[in-house]
């Protein structure tokens, strides 16, 4: 598995993340096979959320590897927190408790990265400061980032905020594009060219700030995938038809698309099919060309002016 630097840190992770959101979907015996077949395929940095399963699935992870310390060391942990019932809260004493849950559930003592989850209106960057100050000196968490953060946003915590802001992660994939679609239709007068994000990727890519797309198989929020759905049939046409020029599966093209952007990206996926698992994987080997890259943007229903 090629690797990249996250962010501005020194840490070398894996150009594909395993999202762990459904790992509560899988028995104890799936789990480990699961978590083994992504160390064996060289991708060992796993995303968690304190709300994904209310907690349950860093429980089910740490017992999945049997977590210790010699374990703990093979792998990069990510956590987000930040969502709470019916609200977000980024308050210090939130963030605190927050990470001393994830690292309870996950049995370790510390977290590589720590995420910001959804953007809190009320937030008091501060707080966010003084939170972090105290999870880095304790040793609790290692590098910070953010989730679902538009430029201003992330300025704002930087005002304050002095460790540096190592990724993003945002809702990305061939169907939900605008982030580069707009960039393409600049002062053109269509759907395509409203900028929805104040420029979010050419920002991260400006302060070397990782981007980790969610959802990379997904289409609208939570609509359904695109791969092999009848609502995509030039688009899957297309992949289908590159993705039988390398020899690989429509999945494996799909995560390519991610990885063939300059931006340097860290798609998470979020599947629990170990075959699916090992397909994305395969995208580190698979580069794209230009022609293939722009054509399977167009098939998608995006325009070039």
């Not at 995208?283 to 054509?295: N, P």
Request: aromatic share 8%.
């Amino acid at each position: 598995m090629r690797t990249i630097k996250l962010g501005t840190s020194q840490l070398d992770v894996p150009v594909v993340a395993i999202g762990c959101m459904r790992i509560n979907s899988l028995e104890k015996g799936e789990a480990e096979r699961f978590v083994r077949t992504a160390m064996d395929q060289g991708a060992n940095f796993f995303d968690h959320a304190d709300i994904y399963g209310k907690g349950v699935c860093e429980e089910i992870f740490a017992d999945a590897v049997g977590m210790n310390a010699s374990i703990r060391e093979q792998m990069i942990l990510q956590s987000k927190c930040g969502i709470r019932p019916g609200m977000f809260d980024f308050s210090k004493e939130h963030i605190l408790a927050s990470v001393d849950g994830i690292l309870q559930r996950l049995k370790t003592d510390y977290l590589d990265i720590l995420l910001l989850h959804r953007p809190d209106a009320l937030v008091e960057p501060e707080e966010v400061a003084e939170a972090f100050d105290l999870l880095e000196s304790s040793g609790k968490v290692r590098h910070f980032g953010v989730s679902n953060q538009k430029p201003m946003q992330i300025e704002l915590l930087k005002k304050h905020v002095k460790q540096p802001i190592v990724a993003n992660q945002l809702q990305l994939s061939i169907t939900n594009a605008t982030m580069i679609s707009n960039g393409v239709n600049v002062n053109m007068e269509n759907e395509s060219a409203i900028d929805r994000d104040d420029s979010i990727l050419d920002y991260c890519r400006l302060h070397d700030i990782t981007v980790q797309p969610w959802s990379p198989f997904q289409y609208g929020f939570f609509e359904g995938v695109f791969l092999n759905n009848d609502k995509f049939p030039e688009l899957n046409a297309k992949i289908d038809e590159i993705a039988a020029n390398y020899g690989v599966s429509n999945t494996t093209i799909a995560i390519a698309w991610l990885l063939r952007h300059p931006a340097g990206m860290q798609p998470v996926t979020g599947t629990m099919n170990i075959e699916r698992l090992i397909d994305c994987c395969k995208a580190s080997d698979v580069h794209l060309t230009r022609q293939e890259w722009y054509e399977i943007f167009r098939a998608a229903g995006n325009i070039l002016p």
